[in-house]
């Protein structure tokens, strides 16, 4: 078997990471709103963490409730920009970071599973419940974790 070069292998992790997250978000989401109703609440682990099943019309956490297409359409430029940004550096022979491949197939992977969510129902299904945080899922945290890896890799960058 040919070896893969370092733009072929960023291109299938980004692909494997990005479908990973929207496959397991799939699944969470189906799982819990077969299991749980609409509110219905199922602790895992008493007042820390709980399984609770809602409709967020929002964005992330809740913010901005019932703000119909932009919702839809917000995520689309988003995953549309995430792609161009591989593209631009593959193109220009730039080679980009597996942190910063790592944060983009997260963040892509979570807009894609939100977005599926705002398309087909009309909200995102959250289940994730902490009890002092608004209530979230699997796309939610692959967002935040990506963001969090370009802000430190930024923060490192800027800090030389």
């Not at 494997?16 to 602790?43: M, Q, W």
């Not at 995430?82 to 593959?90: A, D, G, Q, S």
């Not at 002092?132 to 974790?145: E, G, H, L, Q, R």
Request: include cysteine.
């Amino acid at each position: 078997m040919k070896d893969l070069t370092r733009s072929q292998f960023n291109i299938l992790f980004t692909l494997i990471t990005t479908f990973s997250v929207v496959i397991i978000d799939r699944v969470t989401k189906l799982f819990f709103s077969e299991l749980l109703g609409y509110r219905e609440s199922l602790p895992v682990i008493r007042n820390i963490l709980h399984m609770t099943l809602v409709h967020n019309t929002g964005i992330a956490f809740g913010f901005f409730k019932d703000q119909g297409i932009v919702f839809i359409v917000i995520p689309i430029i988003a995953i549309f920009l995430l792609i161009f940004n591989i593209y631009y550096y593959r193109q220009n022979n730039e080679a980009l970071s597996r942190v910063y491949i790592l944060a983009f197939s997260l963040i892509l992977g979570g807009a894609i599973g939100n977005l599926i969510d705002r398309i087909v129902y009309g909200y995102v299904i959250d289940f994730i419940d902490l009890r002092v945080w608004p209530v979230f899922n699997v796309a939610d945290s692959a967002i935040t974790i990506g963001a969090i890896l370009i802000a430190v890799k930024c923060f490192r960058l800027s800090a030389k």
